[in-house]
Nanobody, 114 residues
Framework: QVQLVESGGDLVQPGGSLRLSCAAS????????VGWYRQAPGKSRELVLG???????DYNPAVRGRFTTIRDNAKQTVYLQMNSLKPEDTAVYYC????????WGQGTQVTVSS
């Protein structure tokens, strides 16, 4: 059973940057097939970005040009680099496969506020 653990969330000012981490234990998770998702208060969970098996990335239009993902094969860890953060980026962020097939982790809270 794969366990996903997201970390790195914090309170950050608008315009700031943050890097989230996604670590997985157990088999069944590939860093070559990863999606980042988020759920804002009162809203449904949505895709932030997803990496396809051939390397292409699907972006939520709201984050294109500001967010990117970094994969560390040695550590089997995926990072979400978030730049130029906006208050509307406030949400709990999750990682999963792309599309999501695994049990969701606890997520990590990102709050963008001055």
């Amino acid at each position: 059973q794969v366990q996903l653990v997201e970390s790195g969330g914090d309170l950050v000012q608008p315009g700031g940057s943050l890097r989230l981490s996604c670590a997985a234990s157990g088999s069944g998770f590939s860093i070559n097939d990863v999606g980042w998702y988020r759920q804002a208060p009162g809203k449904s969970r949505e895709l932030v970005l997803g990496i396809r098996s051939r390397g292409a990335t699907d972006y939520n239009p709201a984050v294109r040009g500001r967010f990117t993902t970094i994969r560390d094969n040695a550590k089997q860890t995926v990072y979400l680099q978030m730049n130029s953060l906006k208050p509307e980026d406030t949400a709990v962020y999750y990682c999963n496969s792309f599309p999501p097939r695994l049990n969701w982790g606890q997520g990590t809270q990102v709050t963008v506020s001055s």
